[in-house]
C-alpha cells in the first residue's frame, strides 16, 4: 500500500487531520479503543479494533519517522505558513537517529507488506498456517539487528530506549 494512502487512511479512521499532535492521536486512540475493544466495546468482534491498532502504530510511526511534520503542520494549522523546512535548518546528523529511522522505516513496511498480503485475516502465528508470517519474520530479522546494535553501542542515546520499546513490540510476531 503506498505511505500517503495507508497515511490518509489512517487519518480518517482516527479522525485526525493531517495537522494532529501526538496529544490528538493518544486521545482519539483512547476514544476509539473503548468503543472497539471486544471485551468492554460496541463490537464484539476484535476486527475493527485490531484495524484501529494498525492505524494508531502507523500514525505514530509516522511522527517518529517524521517529527518534524508535527510542529509545521501545527503551525500550518494555525497561520498559513508552509509546512516546509524552513531555510538553514538542517537534518539530523545524529548518526543514531539515522540507523534507528531507516529500521524503524523498514518494520513499518514489513509490516504494512504483511497486513497487505493477510488481507486483514486473523493473525495466525503458525508458521505452517501462514506464509506470510514467515516473509515478515525475515523481513524483521535485519531491523531487529539494527535495535539490538543500538541498545548494544548507544545505551545513553536518546534512541536506546525506543530501539528496546520496538524490540518488545516486535517480540509479538514470534510468540
Given at each position: 500500500?503506498?505511505?500517503?494512502?495507508?497515511?490518509n487512511d489512517s487519518l480518517?479512521?482516527?479522525?485526525?487531520?493531517?495537522?494532529?499532535?501526538?496529544?490528538?492521536?493518544?486521545?482519539?486512540?483512547?476514544?476509539?479503543?473503548?468503543?472497539?475493544?471486544?471485551?468492554?466495546?460496541?463490537?464484539?468482534?476484535?476486527?475493527?479494533?485490531?484495524?484501529?491498532?494498525?492505524?494508531?502504530?502507523?500514525?505514530?510511526?509516522?511522527?517518529?519517522?517524521?517529527?518534524e511534520e508535527e510542529s509545521?503542520?501545527?503551525?500550518?494549522?494555525?497561520?498559513?505558513?508552509?509546512?516546509?523546512?524552513?531555510?538553514?535548518?538542517?537534518?539530523?546528523?545524529?548518526?543514531?537517529?539515522?540507523?534507528y529511522k531507516l529500521a524503524?522505516?523498514?518494520?513499518?513496511?514489513?509490516?504494512?507488506?504483511?497486513?497487505?498480503?493477510?488481507?486483514?485475516?486473523?493473525?495466525?502465528?503458525?508458521?505452517?498456517?501462514?506464509?506470510?508470517?514467515?516473509?515478515?519474520?525475515?523481513?524483521?530479522?535485519?531491523?531487529?539487528?539494527?535495535?539490538?546494535?543500538?541498545?548494544?553501542?548507544?545505551?545513553?542515546?536518546?534512541?536506546?530506549?525506543?530501539?528496546?520499546?520496538?524490540?518488545?513490540?516486535?517480540?509479538?510476531?514470534?510468540?
Amino acid at each position: 500500500m503506498d505511505k500517503k494512502l495507508l497515511l490518509n487512511d489512517s487519518l480518517h479512521f482516527l479522525g485526525l487531520s493531517p495537522g494532529f499532535t501526538e496529544l490528538e492521536l493518544k486521545e482519539s486512540y483512547h476514544k476509539l479503543a473503548k468503543k472497539y475493544h471486544p471485551d468492554s466495546g460496541e463490537f464484539t468482534s476484535d476486527v475493527m479494533f485490531l484495524e484501529l491498532n494498525k492505524h494508531y502504530e502507523s500514525l505514530k510511526d509516522h511522527l517518529l519517522i517524521h517529527p518534524e511534520e508535527e510542529s509545521s503542520f501545527s503551525r500550518s494549522r494555525d497561520v498559513s505558513i508552509s509546512s516546509e523546512v524552513p531555510p538553514g535548518s538542517k537534518p539530523s546528523k545524529d548518526p543514531v537517529f539515522q540507523e534507528y529511522k531507516l529500521a524503524k522505516e523498514k518494520e513499518t513496511e514489513a509490516i504494512l507488506r504483511y497486513y497487505e498480503k493477510r488481507n486483514l485475516h486473523p493473525i495466525e502465528l503458525s508458521e505452517n498456517l501462514n506464509k506470510e508470517l514467515v516473509q515478515l519474520r525475515k523481513d524483521l530479522e535485519p531491523v531487529l539487528s539494527v535495535y539490538a546494535e543500538i541498545l548494544k553501542k548507544h545505551p545513553t542515546s536518546i534512541w536506546a530506549n525506543d530501539a528496546k520499546d520496538s524490540l518488545e513490540r516486535l517480540r509479538v510476531w514470534w510468540t
